[in-house]
């Protein structure tokens, strides 16, 4: 046997600290990658059919003429008027920003923070509510009723220009 074939135990190609520091930055970079990927669903708008998107409140005829509904995922009252058409009030109060509300009995809004009142199409009839309950635009579309609760309209009184025809 000559020395030229002699086995010489072969080097490694990485040697222990290059391997570790590998590992930790690819640690790093995972970490990272959650990091941002959990901050990028954070600050996304939640639109799933709830407030501040497009409800679907449902279909036209489910409304009965003269009725007050509370559609609790749109934090709105869509009324449906005995001409026929809708109005979707957004249930908080313009005074202080509480939840009101509709009391069948008395057919009104009954704010239970400072006790102010409103009818049906939310106008202001007794209390400290400096205005109207605010509206959300309504559409009907192939005999169902939605309601775009990302651009509330302030008002200073009915109209009755406000309301959306079926």
Known sequence: MSADNK????KPKINRRQFLGIL???SLLAVTGEALGMLAKYIQPINAGGFGGLVRAGKVDDFQ?????HIQSGRFFLVRLDDKSFLALWQKCTHLGCSVPWVEAENQFHCPCH???YNQVGEVQGGPAPRPFDLFPVTIQNG????DTGKPITRTKFEPSQTTKA
């Open 7 to 10: 086995l010489e135990p072969s």
């Open 65 to 69: 003429p003269g009725s007050v509904t």
């Open 144 to 147: 169902e009723v939605f309601v």
């Open 24 to 26: 930790w930055g690819a």
């Open 115 to 117: 006790g102010s009142l």
